[in-house]
Structure formats: structure tokens, C-alpha cells
């Protein structure tokens, strides 16, 4: 109905805080301009010298790792697309224990540069002997993966059979379903 509206707090100038807080200082920043840092910032200004926090640090990293370095540390939620939070959730348990990651449609809205860090990333922790399940149409990510269940042969009620299971290879060599038509043709382009 109505667009919301902003305004900027004539008192924090927008800094969020007070300015009795703002007078706190971490390695010569206060916590306004850290918020205002990018997570490839945030990870070299967390790293080393006075500011040195370990355990910001590992966080960073796999927010970098997840290839989300570009957003900055106080960029609230609500402007983060579908794949941006399913990245930013991988990152939170890519320190835990667990064994297996399901993702649904990691590369919405990448680039394709971020699609080749993210397919970097899944080897890793495929590679850390992490199982990988990818729900995804990414003509990319198929190609490398290692194991391609294909449901079909259509969308909706026309769907949900098992159309093919098995290596990229041999769903792009056997072009008997639609998606082992397109997957030929990306593989083709490559």
C-alpha cells in the first residue's frame, strides 16, 4: 500500500549507536565502521595487528569461503537474497561436526565467478569427508558433480519419477531426458 520510509537520525548522523559508544575504539575503529566493513575487510582487519580476534577471524573466513566477502558485517538480513542467506546459513555450520549438507539452489543470483568459488568450496568439504547433496538446475553445477539424481520427465504432477541416476558423463552421452539434452549442449559450449 505505502512504501515505508527512512529517515537518518539527526543525532547518530545513521551510526546506530550513541555517542558514547562510538567513542570505543578497537584497533583504532569504532564499532560503526566496523559494521560498515565488508567481510573481506572485517577478515584482514580480525587477522592481525590490534584488532587481532581469532575467533572473528575463522568466521570470516568462511563467510569468504561461502563467497560472501563482499557484504558488509551490519547489512541486515532482510536484504540478503534466497542464496545469499542459504550461503550464510552453510557458512554458520561449516564449523560443526556434522557430516551432511543439503542445499537447494545455492547459485540463485550468482555470478559466475561466485558459482566457480562455491563449487570450490563444496570439493573441500567433499574432500573433508562431508557428503553434498545439491538441489539445482545450474547447468555448471551439474557438470561437476559427482552423482546426478534427475527427476521428471516433467515439472509439477508431470514429475517426481527418477528419470536417470548416475555420472554427468553418462546422462550427457544417453541425452534421454531434458535435462541430460541441456547439460550436452552446456557441455558442448565449454
Known amino acids: 500500500m505505502m512504501a515505508g520510509v527512512a529517515t537518518t537520525c ?58 560472501l566477502g563482499y557484504l558488509s558485517l551490519g547489512q541486515p538480513l532482510t536484504t540478503l537474497s534466497g542464496g ?4 550464510l546459513k552453510l557458512a554458520t555450520h561449516m564449523g560443526e561436526k556434522g557430516g551432511v549438507y543439503v542445499l ?16 570450490g568450496l563444496l570439493d573441500r568439504l567433499v574432500d ?22 534427475d527427476l521428471g520427465p516433467g515439472a509439477g504432477h508431470d514429475g517426481g519419477r527418477i528419470v536417470f541416476e548416475g555420472v554427468p558423463a553418462d546422462l550427457v552421452a544417453s541425452r534421454a531426458t531434458l535435462t541430460g539434452e541441456h547439460l550436452a549442449a552446456y557441455v558442448g559450449r565449454r
Open 104 to 119: 537447494d539452489e545455492p547459485t540463485a543470483g550468482l555470478h559466475l565467478a561466485d558459482v566457480e568459488q562455491l563449487l
Open 128 to 149: 573433508a569427508g562431508k557428503s553434498v547433496i545439491v538441489i539445482e538446475h545450474h547447468q555448471a553445477v551439474m557438470a561437476h558433480a559427482d552423482w546426478i539424481i
Open 10 to 67: 539527526e543525532e547518530c548522523e545513521g551510526k546506530r549507536f550513541q555517542a558514547a559508544v562510538l567513542d570505543h575504539h578497537l584497533g583504532g575503529r569504532n564499532i560503526s565502521e566496523v559494521l560498515a566493513m565488508s567481510v573481506t575487510e572485517a577478515e584482514e582487519f580480525f587477522g592481525a595487528g590490534p584488532a587481532r580476534t581469532p575467533a572473528a577471524y575463522t568466521i570470516l573466513g568462511r563467510l569468504a569461503d561461502v563467497g
Open 84 to 87: 545469499e542467506r542459504q550461503r
